[in-house]
């Protein structure tokens, strides 16, 4: 097993890329508030000020708000939300720093809508899931809990996009088994999809108290889905686009992999799943930053934005996975850095 110390000059290596090649701060997109969660995960690993200075700037430059149309859909939609998870963080490292005056604004119309059917791709368990949580614990408020829970059910449930028998999920109802098959008669079931809920979900069990009424469902959920997607982990470390059939697309995607491998190891460190899930977290892991990042720490197998299954080119890359390869790296440096400490790594 790598060392902590490698192990962040990997990071390094893949942020430092990222950043000179995104000058700009960017917008409050999903796909930027997805790489800011990490960019974060980065500064708070290395200790590099700039990682963090480039976060606040983006926040600043933004307004510490999310995209508005002047619709309520805006408030409402959860891939907007994805930003506020990086501006409380921001806040609880400074928390001279920005306001939350935009994100109570917006969240109080969506507490006060009695609607909860709007989730209607799991996307947004991990966009929302996690903020709406930690908005509860931040303000000390219930609302926030039993809205997204409600909304999780909505989607788990009366939308019926959680397979029970094969504990994964269908990336909407577009993609319910008797609406689309594979080319060879399989269900559909997205790799990212899949990666966005379980990486959404062990973020959620990261900040929630186990004392909250709704901590063991989401536990329950989280597991079998870690044990569901175990199996169909390739040879070379990566999953495919198309979870059960990956002959589909039988090229390796980073995106899916470094999310499900980042749900492992969080589940890992929080002793919510046993050290068994090392072994494939490692394999990714050497996957990802051998084959899929190049020398210049460009992170490729990237699918593009994307709702199902499809090719993957070898030079794509995204915000959002390199994000989670950052916060991956955060989680392998607490495990190795923990074990060191113990003697049980040399």
């Known amino acids: 097993m790598m060392t902590s110390n490698e192990i962040k000059k990997l990071m390094q290596r893949a942020n430092d890329f990222h950043i000179s090649e995104n000058p700009e701060y960017g917008d409050c997109s999903w796909e930027r508030g997805a790489y800011m969660i990490g960019c974060l995960a980065a500064y708070e690993t290395t200790s590099k000020k700039e990682y963090y200075d480039y976060a606040l700037g983006w926040a600043n430059k933004n307004n510490w708000s999310f995209h508005d149309d002047g619709s309520d859909w805006a408030y409402k939609n959860a891939d907007y939300k994805i930003c506020g998870q990086s501006y409380l963080k921001l806040m609880e490292l400074d928390p001279s720093s920005g306001t939350m005056e935009n994100m109570i604004r917006g969240m109080e119309i969506v ?157 890992i460190n929080l002793g919510l799943l046993d050290d068994e899930y090392l072994e494939p977290v490692l394999r990714g892991f050497k996957w990802l930053s051998g084959e899929a990042m190049l020398e210049s720490g460009k992170i490729g197998y990237v699918q593009v934005v994307a709702a199902s299954p499809g090719p993957v080119d070898r030079n794509a890359s995204n915000d959002y996975a390199v994000g989670t390869y950052l916060l991956l790296c955060r989680e392998l440096v607490k495990y190795t850095e923990r074990k060191q400490q113990a003697g049980a790594i040399e």
């Open 111 to 267: 507490l006060n809508d009695k609607n909860n059917d709007y989730w209607w791709w799991v996307d947004t368990i991990y966009m929302a899931l996690p903020y709406y949580n930690m908005m509860g614990i931040k303000l000390n408020d219930s609302r926030y809990f039993e809205k997204v829970h409600a909304l999780f059910i909505n989607t788990k449930e009366e939308r019926g996009l959680y397979d029970c028998a094969e504990h994964l999920w269908y990336r909407d109802e577009n993609y319910l088994p008797d609406k689309a098959r594979t080319a060879s008669g399989k269900k559909i079931f997205w790799g990212r999809g899949n990666g966005w809920v379980i990486a959404g979900i062990a973020r959620t069990l990261e900040v929630l108290p186990k004392t909250n009424k709704y901590y063991d469902e989401y536990l329950r959920i989280f597991k079998d889905m870690a044990k569901a997607l175990r199996p169909w982990q390739q040879s070379d470390g990566a999953w495919r686009t198309s979870i059960i059939d990956p002959e589909e697309y039988d090229t390796p995607e980073t995106s899916g992999t470094v999310l499900i491998l980042y749900a492992y190891m969080l589940g």
